[in-house]
């Protein structure tokens, strides 16, 4: 039971403002304490049914999808603003809900504002185009919105995922609605409070909360919906493409991943080192694209490991508010997931450095788990394939490029790699050959990077967020084919 009384996170569709919904009420907790920081309304079907019918309806008789799209775009901009006006509140809850620290919170509000200058700025700009069919005859094609929207959101960054997905769709015209995470509802509510601020017309953007498998579920079948964008595990992308597959729709898929960073012995240390730190331990490794398989070529793979052992000594713990350098796991239930990962590593015969359970008293009630490496695993072992979610960083010895590149693309996964060297042949040629969505040289991050196009290959999804890209997944694409006499 919460302590005292919380904040309650409603279901929001059209102008209703649920507090209970028909599946009972849910719980939030702060990772780093363990105490209830919220309670939300979990929908049922007649919950789901509802808020299908209110974006159904905002889409099918306007007026967002018959506005003139620079006045969509005005309002988008507006959404862009409101965000960074209320940054410090935003950050701070998101800081507490998912346990990340305020650096990374702020840079989620901040990526999410740009979300929407960007799409803001492009909602004008959605053109078609005219096809030469000779003499007597015209030939257009027109983009137009896809129609209900629906964006199912996981715990990692509730906020920025929504922004992510929702902006590229209202900005081509459609109608949303946002199903978060059970594990962290807070600030999508704060969002609707924003688009209603902005001026969103009503209906436009529907807020559902619940459990997966309940609303979910429903959401994904319901025949009111005509496009999903599902951010999440594999295993329930695969449940959402069934139930997408089951009335047709078109989806979205940005899943999971074990992104390689190949480290060559010809790199500046200096700067990659901590490159390839941020790259995996970022929100405490609970990121889609984290870098969490380093391969070393082979002359350098002690020394490095010697110098990332001493940095992750280093790293402090904390609750994300505190800013630390690493925040808690999302839930005492996912450091259990993560822990069996050391007894995976350990059977499979690798080194474990690190990965202990911090003893500091403030962190006795938090899912805390210092960071570890996992050393002298082979690429075809379980803790070098698997996604872990968590602070975990598999270091892997190689010999050659090719040999790295073979080993990279060695997994189930494709959605980034890094490449750390001096030598531009070796980068660009390692680019060309790397499966994955992205490929990073010198760098795994760029920070507010909205305008290039995001998503991956093999098990890590398909579609692309982010990006002018993104844009399609919205969008369904109309031809107009007219015959006319020809007159000299
Ligand atoms: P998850 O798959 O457990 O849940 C994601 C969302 O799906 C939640 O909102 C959940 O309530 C909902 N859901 C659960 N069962 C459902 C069902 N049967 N039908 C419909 N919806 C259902 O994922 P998670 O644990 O919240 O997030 C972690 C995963 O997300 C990781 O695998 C991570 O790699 C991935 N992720 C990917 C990206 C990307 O852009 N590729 C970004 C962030 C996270």
Redesign the pocket.
């Known amino acids: 039971m919460p302590e005292k009384s919380v904040p309650m996170i409603p279901i929001v569709y059209g102008s209703t403002i649920l507090p209970e919904g028909g599946d009972g009420l849910g719980q939030s907790f702060d990772p780093a304490t363990g105490k209830v920081i919220a309670e939300f309304a979990r929908a049922g079907e007649r919950d789901v049914d509802l808020a299908v019918r209110a974006a159904r309806r905002a889409f099918d008789q306007g007026p967002w999808s018959r506005m003139r799209p620079f006045e969509r775009g005005r309002i988008l901009q507006r959404i862009g603003e409101l965000i960074l006006e209320r940054r410090e509140d935003i950050a701070r809850k998101e800081c507490v809900d998912s346990g990340k620290p305020l650096r990374d919170a702020y840079w989620e509000v901040d990526c999410s504002a740009r979300f929407f200058e960007f799409y803001g700025g492009a909602s004008d700009k959605l053109q078609g185009r005219s096809i030469p069919l000779g003499p007597g005859w015209t030939d257009w094609t027109v983009k137009e919105p896809v129609g209900v929207s629906l964006h ?6 509730p906020f920025q ?1 929504i922004a ?1 997905g929702v902006a590229p769709a209202l900005a081509s015209g459609c109608a949303v609605i946002i ?6 509802p807070v600030t999508a509510y704060e969002f609707m409070k924003i688009c209603q601020d902005a001026g969103l017309p009503e209906g436009q953007v529907n807020l559902v909360n ?4 309940v ?7 319901h025949p009111g919906v005509d496009q999903i964008t ?8 695969e ?2 493409q069934i ?1 997408a597959a089951s009335h047709s729709v078109p989806c979205n ?5 074990k992104s390689p960073q190949i480290l060559l012995a010809d790199a500046d240390l200096d700067r990659a080192l901590p490159t390839i730190l941020g790259g995996a331990f970022t929100h405490c490794g ?5 870098g969490t398989r380093l391969l070393v070529e082979r002359r350098i793979h002690d020394a490095v490991v010697e110098r990332l052992h001493e940095a992750i000594g280093a790293m402090r713990l904390g609750a994300g508010i505190d800013d630390p350098d690493l925040g808690p796991l ?1 839930s005492l239930a ?1 450091k259990h997931d993560v822990a069996r990962f050391y007894d995976i590593a350990e059977s499979e015969g690798a080194l474990l450095l690190g990965a202990e359970t911090p003893s500091a008293p403030e962190l006795a009630n938090g899912a805390f788990v210092r960071p570890a490496l996992v050393v002298g695993a082979d690429n075809t072992a379980r803790i070098a394939r698997e ?1 872990i ?1 968590g602070p975990v960083l598999t270091v892997i010895p190689f010999d050659t490029a090719d040999e790295a590149v073979r080993m990279a693309n060695d997994s189930p996964f494709g ?1 980034v790699a890094g490449v750390h060297t001096r030598d531009i042949d070796t980068a660009l040629s390692m680019a060309e050959r790397l499966r994955v969505g992205q490929v990073w040289v010198n760098a795994f991050s760029v920070g507010l990077d909205v305008e290039f196009p ?3 290959y093999k098990q ?2 398909f579609g692309r ?1 982010k990006g002018l890209e993104a844009l399609a997944a919205y969008q369904q694409i109309k031809n107009v084919c007219i015959r006319h006499a020809v007159r000299d």
């Open positions: 199912i959101i996981p715990w990692n960054y995922l992510r199903k978060p995470s059970a594990e962290t619940g459990r997966g498998s609303a979910g579920e429903m959401l994904a079948r599902f951010t999440g595990s594999v295993a329930t992308g449940r959402v139930a898929m940005e899943l999971g991943g609970q990121v889609c694209n984290a999302i996912h996604e979610f959605l995001f998503g991956g890590s999804g967020e």
